[in-house]
């Protein structure tokens, strides 16, 4: 018996609103999971979270946040402490060398306080495009891009928002697709879709909130 035709599934520009509007949905609440009180605290959170849970991070930040409380303090760490002390978040020595260079950067150009503007906060040790548009839009509510991390790159190209693999083009094909104002919180639905329901292995399309526009299996 011959199977019916799928119907043909709407472009990417026509199904973002969709996505967007799902995704709203299902997780009314947009913010990081990361835990914080100001933005040193979310800049050493999110360079500790490369690689490593939200979960894991918001495990050592307490004791770290406890002993170096400002960048200040955070520019005369032992290393060795410091390395023992986030060791478990992986990558620790590369992190720690990034932790202090990043706080030292933090005294000597920008009085110790975390800078509101792109450049400058790339300009630190260990901040790269993610970070800073974390830092920028959870602090600050500054959105000047969409950030673009694992999650985000897998479900941007499972949804085909996105064609490449490259974070800077993924986040450029974004910020067409999705309203400026909705780019913080549009992030923080993606990683939380991508980390509840559509896994790296084995996503859970039969209960995803935007399966009806996803081309893995919708056709909307
Ligand atoms: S339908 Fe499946 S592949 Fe598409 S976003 Fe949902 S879980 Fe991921």
């Known amino acids: 018996m011959k199977r019916a035709a799928r119907p ?32 040193y605290q979310l800049l050493v959170a999110t360079i500790l979270s490369a690689q490593c849970t939200d979960t894991r991070v918001n495990m050592v930040t307490p004791e770290v946040f406890r002993r170096f409380p400002n960048p200040a303090v955070m520019a005369r760490a032992r290393r060795a402490l410091l390395e023992r002390l986030i060791q478990s978040t992986g990558f620790f020595r590369n992190k720690a060398k990034n932790l202090i260079g990043a706080a030292r950067h933090l005294v000597d150009e920008f009085g110790g ?60 094909d974004l910020m067409e697709l999705i309203p400026q104002k909705e780019w913080i919180a549009f992030s923080h639905r993606m990683i939380r879709l991508g980390r509840t329901v559509c896994m790296a292995r084995n996503p859970a399309c039969p209960t995803c909130p935007v399966a009806f526009h996803c081309p893995k299996i919708g056709a909307g």
Do not use: W
């Open 113 to 172: 306080r975390v800078p509101r503007g792109m450049d400058e906060l790339l300009s630190l040790p260990g901040v790269a495009r993610k970070t800073a548009n974390v830092v920028r839009g959870e602090c600050f509510g500054l959105a000047d891009g969409v950030v673009v991390d694992t999650h985000v790159t897998r479900l941007a190209r499972r949804m085909g928002l996105t064609q490449h693999i490259d974070p800077v083009k993924i986040e450029r």
């Open 8 to 39: 043909k599934l709407a472009s990417a520009k026509e199904r973002a609103p969709l996505i967007l509007a799902r995704l709203k949905a299902a997780y009314p609440e947009a913010s990081t999971a990361l835990d914080f009180e100001n933005a």
